[in-house]
Antibody
Framework: QVQLVQSGSELKKPGASVKVSCKASGYTFTSYALNWVRQAPGQGLEWMGWINTNTGNPTYAQGFSGRCVFSLDTSVSTAYLQISSLKAEDTAVYYC?????????WGQGTLVTVSS | SYVLTQPPSVSVAPGKTARITCGGNNIGSKSVHWYQQKPGQAPVLVIYYDRDRPSGIPERFSGSNSGNTATLTISRVEAGDEADYYCQVWDSSSDHRVFGGGTKLTVL
């Protein structure tokens, strides 16, 4: 069965970086793009962008192209989200989701907390 | 960028019908997808391509899309349907995915 399993919760200080992983199983990794979605505490879903798992080419939503980087390791069917220069407002749950222009499978979410 | 507008909240009594709208400029020309999110859980796809249901989603969930409004309809609402619901489209002009702001469904 299709699964997206994300890495565990992170507590980071302002200015640090974080790397969240999303490991896919149950399907051919390079057959579907992967998206990243942010959900700040008590807020709605916010699309961050997607990565083409064939080419590695990322597309970022407005506001996420500066400090966010999407990457892949196709040898282990894993996508990564790295956020640098973390700020308190980056505190959120980050989800990966498989793409068919809609999101049919989601990871369980990774809570990133930024606090001094 | 394309904007989707949802009412912040909808309330309905058990057994009644809930309708959650998603407004957008000529949204009827796009495919709309809907997600249910319960507290502490990842979103779950409940409707895709305006009106298709993934396997495992009850027939009580249905969708429609025309003009400037798409609608998620939940018939015979149950307490377990209480959740946040989000609409989403693919904006072909930018190749971006877009979410609505979400609607909290309260079962009275």
């Amino acid at each position: 069965q299709v699964q997206l399993v994300q890495s565990g919760s992170e507590l980071k200080k302002p200015g640090a970086s974080v790397k969240v992983s999303c490991k896919a199983s149950g399907y051919t990794f390079t057959s579907y793009a992967l998206n990243w979605v942010r959900q700040a505490p008590g807020q709605g879903l916010e699309w961050m962008g997607w990565i083409n798992t064939n080419t590695g080419n990322p597309t970022y939503a407005q506001g996420f192209s500066g400090r966010c980087v999407f990457s892949l390791d196709t040898s282990v069917s894993t996508a990564y989200l790295q956020i640098s220069s973390l700020k308190a407002e980056d505190t959120a749950v980050y989800y990966c989701a498989r793409d068919l222009y809609y999101f049919d499978y989601w990871g369980q979410g990774t809570l990133v907390t930024v606090s001094s | 960028s394309y904007v989707l507008t949802q009412p912040p909240s909808v309330s309905v009594a058990p057994g009644k019908t809930a309708r959650i709208t998603c407004g957008g400029n000529n949204i009827g020309s796009k495919s709309v997808h809907w997600y249910q999110q319960k507290p502490g859980q990842a979103p779950v796809l409940v409707i895709y391509y305006d009106r298709d249901r993934p396997s495992g989603i009850p027939e009580r969930f249905s969708g429609s899309n025309s003009g400037n409004t798409a609608t998620l309809t939940i018939s015979r609402v149950e307490a377990g349907d209480e959740a946040d619901y989000y609409c989403q489209v693919w904006d072909s002009s930018s190749d971006h995915r877009v979410f609505g702001g979400g609607t909290k469904l309260t079962v009275l």
